[in-house]
């Protein structure tokens, strides 16, 4: 069996453990904290869920909050400070002025960071795959050509002047040289597509079958999560007869370049986690967390609350009258008006309380608070909204009874039928699952006409 090379039952291990892997990364949670990163001036960077810190390294003065950039989702090291991602955009700050600047554009996918050029990163966004450079004080993005390829879908890594890309078609890479230069003819090299595959057809020695009927879009979970095991086990496989050759190479040098390799993937592993987790837990759309990651936050709190016999209260909040907007106004600025909504949730909240997109144009919060307090933090958020937008919400609230709560489904049919009652109020209005209304108030001072439509143009 020593001699038997590209085995079936090798590429079946490495498939199940990646499947595995990518199983267990969908289902982690968020890390919270971000850092720290050190600069070459010995600032020292920290990223938390309530924005971005900003120290010396061996200082005893406490570091300061850089002003403006939200709860951090990640950190990268630049010449003059760092980008910090958050939310709903992407900042560059810099460590001697102590403050933030948006880069313009729309908030990126994915970030990588480039090889050849220190003050350049490879960027993932809406438009295709760019190059973010710094020229001074200021930031910009050019566009790179890939002569017609598919649509990328992550970033992989930037590797011996190559840079790979995965794409619905397999993996392809660059020569990172040419796309500096702006060309990216002869650069391609597929070295893998799922639709080139026919039925019992032979990938480098390895036997794999595939379906010509096989549908091309991935259309759940588990097709996207079976696919994804089928390229790591492909690539695992190329990756590690490439590793061993190299390994073979580096024994006459010593072990410090090996120690370099292994540096090297562990930090390819650790930008892929990242982005699995960000893609699991996130909503695509408003950038506060999924119904999926909703669940669980509140299995396990309800969980905590059985034990510790701690508070717990959900908040059920919809957009009054948003049918009618998106019939009158389109789709694309109903879209807009829920990213505006979700960014003032999350920052009218504490960082102990969960914000979620529960379905549409309705959102969950899930809050360590007795009932009343559950209450008062609603009609906070509905005066908070009315305020700053031109949105007017109805919100129902329950707090969690071991009684009668004896799992979610129970505890999130009374705040749904208290946001029935808000509904049925005149809406505008926070209802609680064993109170009467609060009826939201009218501003006193008049307030100057809105640049854009209003969502609830007719006030009950």
Known sequence: MRHVRNVPWRLIA?????????????????PTVHGPVTGADGSVWLGDGDGLLLGAARSANAPRRIPGVGPIQALWLTERGVLALDPIQLWAVDATAGNATAVAGTRPQQLLPAQLQCRCWWLLGERGVQLLQALGDRWSTVDID????????????????????????????????????????????TWWSAPALPAATTIAGVEATTSASAPSAVASFWQGAALSALLAALLGSLLYRRQQQ??????????????????????????????LRDLADTD?????????????????????????????????????????????????????????????????????????????????????????????????????????SDMRV???????????????????????????????AGRNCVRGADSSPMQARERQTASPEPTRPALDESKS
Do not use: C, M
């Open 14 to 30: 490495i498939g199940l453990l990646a499947y595995l892997s990518l199983f267990n990364v969908a289902l982690a949670t968020t």
């Open 284 to 388: 695509a759309l408003t950038g506060v967390a999924n119904r999926r990651h909703f669940d669980h936050l509140l299995r396990e709190g309800l969980e905590r609350a059985l034990l510790t016999g701690r508070p717990l209260s959900v908040l059920l909040l919809d957009v009054d009258h948003f049918k009618q907007f998106n019939d009158s106004h389109g789709h694309l600025a109903g879209d807009e008006a829920l990213r505006q909504l979700g960014h003032l949730l999350q920052e009218a909240v504490r960082s102990d309380t969960a914000v979620a997109r529960y379905g549409g144009e309705e959102f969950a919060i899930i809050s360590p608070t007795r009932p009343s307090e559950a209450l008062g933090l609603a009609e906070r958020l509905r005066r908070h909204i009315e305020t700053h």
């Open 394 to 424: 109805s919100i129902g609230v329950a707090s969690f009874k071991p009684l009668t709560d004896h799992d979610e489904s129970a505890l999130l049919a009374r705040a749904d039928r208290a946001l029935y009652g808000a509904k049925a």
């Open 246 to 275: 190299r390994l073979r190479a580096l024994d006459a040098r010593g072990t410090q370049e090996v120690d370099q390799l292994v540096l090297r993937r562990t930090a390819e592993l650790e930008i892929a986690n990242r982005t």
């Open 146 to 189: 890939l002569a017609g390829a598919p649509p990328p879908l992550q970033l992989l890594a930037d590797i011996d002047g190559r840079l790979w890309l995965r794409t619905r078609e397999g993996i392809d890479s660059y020569a990172t040289s040419q796309l500096l230069e702006g060309s990216a003819a002869d650069s391609r090299n």
